[in-house]
């Protein structure tokens, strides 16, 4: 399974942008996708998630702002973004969870993104 993010950008202040991550080779749907961010000099951390449930979290610095959603039955999953400001400016990762009936979930990273958001 690989993990194809997409649509990453240099955007004014107060932009939009939609990024995509597509799980390729998968046959089955994942519990959850997830976006994280990776801000330049700090640690990863967590934008959005989707659930197979429906149910959507989102994290407090982007609430109001960002939203996702999924598709191709949680095969896939967007972060629409609107109103970027320059704090937003980080390298954007999709990551799918899978879970199983009896032992540890697995996991899958996609290749980064990069979000630029200019003053």
């Known amino acids: 399974v690989q993990l194809q993010a997409s649509g990453g950008g240099l955007v004014q202040a107060g932009g939009s942008l939609t990024l995509s991550c597509v799980a390729v080779?998968?046959?089955?749907?994942?519990?959850?996708m997830s976006w994280y961010r990776q801000p330049p000099g700090k640690q990863r951390e967590l934008v959005a998630s989707v659930h197979r449930s429906g149910d959507t979290t989102i994290a407090d610095s982007v609430k109001g702002r960002f939203s996702i959603s999924s598709g191709h039955a949680m095969s896939a999953a967007d972060l629409q973004m609107r109103n970027l400001m320059p704090e937003d400016t980080a390298v954007y990762y999709c990551?799918?969870?899978?879970?199983?009936?009896?032992?540890?979930?697995?996991?899958?990273w996609g290749q980064g993104t990069q979000v630029t958001v200019s003053s």
């Open positions: 990551k799918a969870v899978r879970k199983y009936s009896a032992g540890p979930s697995a996991e899958w």
């Open positions: 080779g998968s046959t089955f749907q994942f519990e959850s």
